[in-house]
């Protein structure tokens, strides 16, 4: 049985970075960060309007939740250098190994790289990494439905989301947790 825990969606952290620190999307069901990040000199950029920046975050909030749903149809691991360059430049198709960045199309204008930087390392010392040992009970039959890959998000307060039957989301908050963790994992399982 092999589960990898991505402790650092570094995609979707990000976008909730960004969303955070603009006060934007504040519609979008999101739960509360925790921590909730500093924004440090991060500003919106004057080139659009907040409501061009609200799609913009919109569109590439619902391509990174994409990207969790697409699968790899020839089972490849590594993404070749002719991969990485294609993939990162603006404009881009989804592709299997390599989630779509905000950076890609805007760079980092308007955001505070080391506010960011600072939060999203910040989030990694709350996760147990005997989270999944101590669930296992209710990790092995998630597992046998398909579960290989479990996402963790820094929202407070219990959270669980299959998103495929390979891929489950929860919280930091739900994964620190045995008791809420194996609830997430018994919830998921159909």
Do not use: C
């Not at 004057?46 to 909030?61: L, P």
């Not at 993404?79 to 890609?104: N, S």
């Not at 999203?120 to 209710?138: C, G, K, T, V, Y």
């Amino acid at each position: 049985m092999v589960i990898t825990v991505d402790e650092h969606p570094l995609s979707l952290n990000l976008l909730l970075f960004i969303r955070h620190a603009w006060s934007i999307a504040a519609d979008a069901d999101i739960p509360a960060l925790t921590p909730p990040p500093d924004p440090g000199a991060s500003k919106m950029p004057e080139s659009a309007s907040i409501a061009e920046w609200t799609d913009r975050w919109r569109i590439a909030w619902n391509r990174a939740w994409g990207w969790y749903k697409i699968e790899d149809p020839d089972g490849t691991k590594h993404p070749t250098q002719e991969i990485m360059r294609q993939v990162l430049q603006p404009g881009q198709e989804l592709h299997p190994l390599i989630p779509p960045f905000w950076t890609t199309e805007y760079d980092w204008d308007g955001l505070d790289r080391d506010a960011f930087n600072s939060w999203h390392r910040d989030l990694s010392p709350s996760i147990p990494n005997d989270a999944e040992r101590q669930s296992l009970p209710d990790l092995i039959p998630a597992w046998e439905t398909g579960l290989d890959t479990v996402i963790v998000l820094p929202y407070a307060g219990y959270f669980a989301q299959r998103i495929t039957a390979r891929r489950l989301a929860v919280s930091a908050a739900t994964r620190n947790e045995p008791t809420t963790y194996s609830r997430a994992l018994r919830e998921s399982t159909p």
